[in-house]
């Protein structure tokens, strides 16, 4: 957002008077995981890209990305180690501002384990970690990190997933950040689902946020697989005043 010389004292101004709807730094990534790994010895790519047609004029920090308008995302490079271990990392995570300025966000890092054939399983599980390293405009921390749990059970059509991640800034137990994911789809066939899916960002583990100012966001997903790509897109609604009312994500991968 663009910002005359005279009314430059006005971002603080509106962060200070809005004690009651926390401003949180933008995302690259709105997935939820389901533990299904690479096949080893197979690498892949997944470009991520996230636009937010009507959300927050203010950055949620000094300096941060602006969501209103802006394309957030990152080309995920992944590759099979074995049945139970991918390794990743993300470069770059990128942003596309209302503008059209094109910012370089960090790198990531990411090691994923998992229950092999997760995908063939009616109970599944797994856990991905990951550590990144900031932009000044992305992230107040240079370095931050998550750890997401993978939680899935599966009856005929239906899959149901729960990924309670936690987010850090590597100061202090207390201070994880519980920001869950949820995953509800109907596969109607092996290529072709629905999905209804929730992200949540409750604050901070010693003292959550009040319900004004946690973000909740509902998205409807639909998820298309093809010989030589996957392809998910989806529109996100959001539930809270602290939340972009409106998100479209696409996500689209491809096996080498």
């Known amino acids: 957002m663009k910002i005359g010389r005279s009314a430059g004292w006005w971002p603080a101004v509106i962060l200070v008077c809005l004690p009651q709807q926390t401003l949180r730094a933008q995302t690259d990534e709105i997935q939820v995981y389901t533990g299904e790994v690479e096949t080893p010895g197979k690498a892949n790519l997944t470009v991520h890209a996230n636009y937010t047609p009507d959300g927050h004029r203010v950055a949620g920090f000094p300096g941060g990305v602006v969501p209103q308008g802006s394309v957030n995302g990152a080309f995920e490079w992944a590759y099979g180690v074995t049945e139970w271990f991918e390794a990743g990392t993300y470069l770059p995570v990128y ?19 998992a229950v092999p054939h997760a995908g063939e399983r009616s109970f599944f599980y797994g856990v991905n970690f990951e550590l990144s390293f900031n932009a000044k405009h992305w992230d107040q921390s240079r370095q931050s990190g998550e750890i997401r749990p993978i939680i899935g059970t599966r009856s005929g059509p239906w899959d149901l997933i729960v990924n309670p991640i936690l987010d850090t800034s590597f100061d202090g137990i207390s201070r994880l950040d519980f920001a869950p994911s949820l995953r509800l789809a109907w596969n109607r066939s092996p290529s072709f689902a629905l999905a209804i899916e929730h992200y949540a960002d409750f604050g901070e583990l010693r003292h959550f946020d009040s319900r004004r100012v946690q973000e909740h966001n509902l998205f409807a997903v639909a998820d298309y697989a093809r010989a030589l790509f996957d392809l998910e897109a989806g529109i996100g609604f959001g539930l809270t005043g602290a939340s972009d009312n409106l998100v479209l994500k696409a996500i689209a991968s491809h096996t080498f």
Not at 100 to 113: M, Q, S, T
């Open 95 to 113: 942003t596309i501002t209302r503008d059209r300025k094109i910012e370089l966000d960090g790198v990531k890092l990411r090691a994923l384990f």
